[in-house]
């Protein structure tokens, strides 16, 4: 590489990383984010029989585990998911290299540095860097095998492929999606001896996930009951394009300005790789940024639906190595300055929304719990509606006289399995009744959302307030943002 290109690299990183750990440290946790951290602080036993009860695999809580003998604040816990998702980069731009040339490369992880979907994941305490880390890697040692030269030992190559499956695997429970689709891609070159190695290397990869593999049948159940997610259509098709540029949501002239540019960019990007589809490379990544999502779609009509833009962050990642190839090709006929600017500047509008967002489900937790601990005595409950607001109130503190109600059973709400509950120690009240029994005093913690959800079913009121009003009386109420908290007193 010239000295130009090193210089860049150079400032790739510094600035992938300033927006990665910006906000790391003050930035809301939410239900998901301290599911994470209450598994992971259990044993490695535990952890298989919570993770096993729920929808994912452990290999994310087992790093997580072992990252929180460092320490457990804020800062720390996200540092992990930061130093996965700057491996990622690294791949993502030697990926670029090896098909279309070190300035591609540099183009595609400059993308990626700054685009919002990668930072939020960066900063997750889940599982999905991990797995575009292992997905992408996937992806490099295949295509280092495609590019080996005849007589040129792969063994190496070989071992990396399977490492990384397995690794995917025990990622994410979608990760099988992204790891056929080079099968795909030797099925439409008719390159029989190669499908033949690489399906030779998928059976080592199962046989080594085959521990996890017989859990999945009861998740897959699991799913089928407690899931949230719509069948997808074209709204949900905008919104994974959309998620590929810029943070949602978004208002205003910002998100009319953002969702122009995500669709300017995807339009010129289709019809540059279309152009360049004879060209070595351009179909992998073509295939991979397409094929992933139409995987997910179709799927979605079988199963569950499962189409969901975290579950396509290889196809980003496919889709910005093809963006910064396709800068680099039309640099000179000016379409690849303009494409740049446009994917640069549809990130770095939104990520200012990104890093002030305090909404749903990543609500002012820490304030309303400092506000619940300086008024709360130790006789007083504190009754969350959910769980959805209990895990991050009791992540920030873990003394707190506080309790949430138990899901509906069988409702798409219903996801906290008995298993998890058991292997972190933390269960729902058995009822409502039981929850305020003998108390004098309390504090109903609920979301703004959950109660005009239930006035747009015709309700007068939230049915837990309702009861609660039949037994207390209100005497108080406080808003941390679209976070609510309603005192009773008898």
């Not at 007589?151 to 490492?163: Q, R, T």
């Not at 009319?256 to 351009?282: D, F, H």
């Not at 980003?316 to 446009?342: E, V």
């Not at 309790?403 to 509950?421: C, I, K, P, R, W």
Request: charged content about 15%.
């Amino acid at each position: 590489m010239k000295n130009r290109h090193w210089v860049f690299l150079g400032a790739i990183f510094i600035l992938a990383l300033g927006l990665r750990l910006y906000g790391t440290g003050t930035r809301e946790i939410w239900y998901d984010d301290a599911f994470s951290y209450f598994l992971a602080k259990q044993s490695l036993g535990q952890i298989i029989s919570g993770t096993a009860a729920d929808t994912m695999p452990p290999l994310y809580y087992f790093l997580l585990h072992y990252w929180m003998k460092i320490g457990e604040s804020l800062f720390v816990l996200r540092l992990l998911g930061v130093l996965l998702s700057l491996g990622t980069l690294a791949v993502v731009i030697d990926l670029g290299r090896r098909l279309a040339g070190i300035e591609a490369g540099l183009w595609a992880g400059l993308m990626v540095a700054v685009a919002p979907f990668q930072i939020y994941h960066a900063q997750e305490l889940r599982m999905y860097t991990l797995l575009g880390l292992a997905q992408v890697s996937y992806i490099w040692f295949f295509v280092r095998l495609q590019q080996l030269d005849a007589g040129n030992k792969a063994g190496w190559l070989w071992v990396g492929l399977i490492f990384t499956g397995t690794m995917a695997m025990y990622s994410h429970n979608l990760a099988i999606f992204g790891l056929i689709l080079p099968d795909f891609y030797l099925l439409l070159k008719r390159a029989w001896k190669g499908l033949l190695k690489l399906a030779g290397a998928q059976v080592v990869i199962l046989a080594l996930a085959t521990p996890w593999l017989v859990m999945i049948p009861g998740q897959i159940d699991k799913i089928q009951i407690a899931f949230w997610t719509p069948l997808p259509g074209l709204v949900e098709v905008m919104q994974a394009i959309l998620e590929a540029h810029i943070f949602l949501p978004l208002e205003g002239a910002v998100m009319v300005t953002g969702a122009l540019l995500s669709i300017w960019c995807t339009v010129l990007v289709a019809i540059e790789s279309w152009r360049q589809r004879k060209t070595p490379g351009v179909g992998l990544l073509s295939l991979l940024a397409l094929g992933l999502p139409i995987l997910l779609f179709t799927a979605s009509y079988v199963m569950r639906p499962i189409f969901v833009p975290r579950g396509l962050i290889l196809s980003m990642l496919a889709y910005a190595i093809l963006g910064g190839w396709m800068i680099t090709l039309r640099w000179k006929k000016f379409i690849g300055p303009f494409l740049a600017a446009a994917f640069i500047g549809a990130a770095l509008i939104s990520l200012p929304a990104y890093y002030s967002f305090s909404g749903f489900p990543r609500s002012q937790f820490k304030a309303a719990t400092e506000y619940l601990r300086n008024t709360t005595a130790a006789e007083e409950l504190i009754l969350h509606d959910n769980k959805l607001s209990y895990f991050p109130s009791h992540y920030y503190d873990l003394e707190l006289p506080q309790e949430f109600l138990v899901d509906e059973a069988g409702s798409h709400n219903d996801t906290f399995a008995l298993a998890s509950q058991i292997a972190m120690q933390l269960f729902p009240a058995e009822s409502l009744a039981q929850a305020i029994s003998g108390k004098e005093t309390v504090r109903f913690v609920v979301f703004s959302r959950a109660i005009e959800e239930y006035r747009s079913l015709g309700a007068d009121e939230h049915p837990v307030m309702a009861q609660l009003g039949d037994a207390f009386t209100l005497s108080g109420h406080e808003s941390f943002g679209d976070l609510e908290i309603y005192i009773y007193q008898r």
